[in-house]
């Protein structure tokens, strides 16, 4: 592939995301890559938008919500994996920046690999969070990209171990920091305490353990009345984010006895501008627990429901933040370990500031070489029985190209547009309540 030599034109950036958090992530991670630390940049940039059609396709208000990226929210559009592939083959952007969920990377590779374009673009991919479960799975379904993002030392360090433990190249691992780190360190203001407890759309997952988790978030309040104490939400019923919510706080906040206490709040809203009156951060395992240390806020892991890999809280172990909720009714402030801290990319020491010079140098060199072909570790012939799948999924062959009447052109205006347009949002309304109504009671039938 020739290599990008023209500076004179705009650098063009493609950001693929598939969920609110992806988006921020991709957005975000697009901006970094592509301006120094001071926030200038030698050329002008442009970034395109794009959100994969699916289950967690973002609403306009989780859009908005998502606070400034430097992406115009309006120009943002909605494509399948096919019309994504086309419209890079189109538009001959530089950098294209996949914020998606493991299968979805490995099918746009793929897809990508097949365009066979004399000049591809450098692919960006990464984790939008704390990576606790799924490591070798979701690694290897990014493998192949030319920049696999890790957000810390220690992501950059599994993440090398696993490439090279399956005989997979490691160049691209690339450390760099998450994103959306930022906000002004921690100041204890006279007449405010404010707890913020972020809630988690899949963790914990029971009925029993969210109600329990509500119940001890709610007496806390009762026993501080001077303390204001927020709930801090992810979504409104109805829609998804990055994970799957069947059981809504909001809705089982709706049955407490007595109802409760007025010194405490669900709120929503971008999580910066929460953690700016945040006094303490309590959570099981949320990425917000890093938005906090970075910023110094005192934060705490809870313990209550074990340390668990199926809570994502095990990835603490050594922070000194792992606590209950009995620790903190009577007072205690988890102190955290600095050399954990080190090792997390959270970078509360001042140095974020150029947590993204690795990365950009890389890209920046990718885009004056000669890339060659992109090259997945899975192939049809070293994943026959798993590859396949993924694909399909995205209307894509075993060879990357779109499945037979998968790339027709699809109508995007008139009438049959428009009742289209209107069948596929009641059937996205009609799987969200599916999963968040009818999928409980179900699974409360069953255990009958």
Known sequence: ???????????????????????????????????????????????????????????????????????DTDRVREVTAVEFLHTVRDEGYDVVVL????????????????????????????????????????????????????NSRHDAERFRAVYEGVGADASAVTEAALPFLGGAPHRPQEGRDTVVFAAQPSVPASRADRTYLLRRLVEHARLHPDREVLLKLRSKPGEHTTHIEELPYQRLAEKLPGGPPPNFRLVYGHMGEVL????????????????????RIPTAILTDLGVRETLGNHHFIGSGLLTSWDHLDGGFRPEPDPEWLAGQGVAADGTYATAYD???????????????????????????????????????????????????????????????????????????????????????????
Request: avoid cysteine; hydrophobic fraction near 45%; charge should be positive.
């Open 1 to 71: 592939m020739p290599p990008r030599t023209d500076r004179t034109t705009a650098l063009r950036v493609a950001v693929l995301a598939d969920s609110d958090t992806r988006w921020k992530w991709g957005a975000l991670t697009a901006r970094r890559l592509t301006t120094g630390a001071s926030g200038e940049t030698a050329q002008r940039v442009e970034i395109t938008g794009l959100l994969l059609r699916g289950r967690a396709t973002p609403t306009p208000r989780q859009l908005a919500e998502v606070g400034d990226v430097g992406v």
């Open 99 to 150: 914020a998606l969920v493991g299968g979805a990377v490995q099918a746009m590779l793929h897809g990508l690999a097949a365009l066979r374009l004399p000049a591809r673009p450098v692919v960006v991919t990464g984790y939008v969070g704390v990576v606790y479960e799924k490591l070798a799975d979701g690694l290897l379904l990014r493998h192949g990209a030319d920049v696999v993002l890790a």
């Open 276 to 295: 700016d009156r945040a006094d303490l951060l309590v959570t099981v395992s949320s990425t917000a627990a890093l938005e906090s240390l970075h910023r």
């Open 358 to 448: 690795n990365a950009r140098a890389r890209v920046d060199a990718l885009l004056a070489a000669r890339l060659p072909d992109l090259a997945p570790y899975y192939t049809p012939a070293t994943a026959p029985g798993y590859l396949p799948g993924i694909l399909a999924r995205h209307h894509l062959a075993p060879d990357g190209r779109p499945l037979p009447g998968a790339d027709r052109p699809r109508e995007t205006g008139g009438v049959r547009g428009a009742v289209r347009d209107a069948v596929r949002e009641a059937a996205r309304g009609a799987y969200r309540q599916g999963v968040q109504r009818v999928a409980p009671v179900i699974r409360r039938m069953g255990e009958l």
